[in-house]
DNA sequence: CTATTTCGCATACCGACGGTATGTCAATTG
DNA sequence: CAATTGACATACCGTCGGTATGCGAAATAG
């Protein structure tokens, strides 16, 4: 079948998208590269995306649904309204400190797409994890009833930063957990 | 004198330059935009800088200069320890959120100079004070003692992103700012 | 079983961009 | 005042993202 092809070039143009994106960058891959890794031309990749920034959009795409599968199973795993969500925020850390994940949703992802595009896929599939688990820990008497809005950024901005930061020091990964769970402990209700 | 009319050149490049990133973005804008806003062409550019990402270095480092000018001026200004810390988190959100700073600062910093270069900047400036700051809280007794690193990168992350939403939800600023003051509140020792 | 259409993709090409090599002229210096 | 420096302009190059067009195999109709 033809529609069987076409799914494979995507899926192949994606792969070798993100691997290149992820060891090099967004701007010091040129689509010559990507095409010639997933065994096409130029004009395959533009007959199934609109641009480069569509092609990455799709990369994107598939980086955060992974973190988000992650984040959901970890929390979902803990019986406790509290171990889940402390469990996910652990698994989000880990999900994104992964080399190739890394550059792709935090360093170039906001600057390709625009922190408002980019936010909206964060939005879709993480951060929306993150937020409905603070509103249900407020309602559970757990945190203090607030707007979520804030918070939620907030908690999102530190684990984004402290998964880059791991990057350039990976020994700190246990003290840098420590240190996350410590923080969500004090917001706790006591 | 000639020396001063190359500073002069430079400063109305730096200027201009970063007055189009702001607006639009590293990507978008080309050098000949900026080099005919400053009134001198491509040649002097590359007389006064490395090329484009040397240009973007430069606007990177005034951009963190004020900022990082900003949080000591209020971190200063209060006499307590941890007032002035307060005050300074606070500064530091409201110096970031600036449109002419944010885009550079936030978004398109790390992705044209890459995230290690980029934290090395903001350990230069910001990062700097926000780090003495809770070493000084801990040996006061203010913090509990842990390794200041993982703290410190989990708080500046956690304002860095609060600003770059407060740049699409600018009413949330009084939720955000009381949400920060919490946080910081909810760490300290009692 | 051919004729025709469809569509996934290759090829050839364009304009714009970042970057470089070279030229020029005023300010400095001895 | 001759020689030199250096701040800058001009012209040019290679490469990139993007587009227009054509081809050939698979699907479909008669």
């Known amino acids: 079948m033809r529609a069987e092809q076409k799914e494979r070039t995507r899926l192949a143009l994606i792969a070798e998208a993100r691997r290149l994106f992820a060891e090099r960058g967004y701007a010091d891959v040129g689509l010559t590269e990507i095409t010639a890794a997933a065994g096409v031309t130029k004009g395959a990749l533009y007959h199934q995306f609109d641009g480069k920034a569509a092609l990455f959009r799709a990369v994107l795409e598939s980086v955060h649904q992974e973190v988000g599968g992650h984040v959901a199973a970890a929390a979902e795993a803990e019986a406790d309204l509290w171990t889940g969500f402390a469990a996910g925020c652990q698994a989000f850390l880990t999900a994104s400190t992964d080399p190739t994940r890394r550059r792709i949703l935090l360093v170039d992802g906001p600057a390709v797409l625009g922190w408002a595009e980019w936010r909206a896929f964060d939005e879709a599939a993480s951060a929306f994890h993150l937020e409905e688990a603070v509103a249900g820990l407020m309602r559970a008497g757990l945190l203090p009833e607030r ?20 990057a350039s020091e990976p020994s700190a990964l246990d003290d840098t957990r420590r240190a996350l769970t410590e923080l969500l402990e004090s917001l706790r209700c006591r």
Chains 1, 2 share one sequence.
């Open 147 to 166: 707007p979520t809005a804030p918070l939620t950024r907030l908690l999102s901005g530190a684990m984004n930063e402290a998964a880059l930061w791991l």
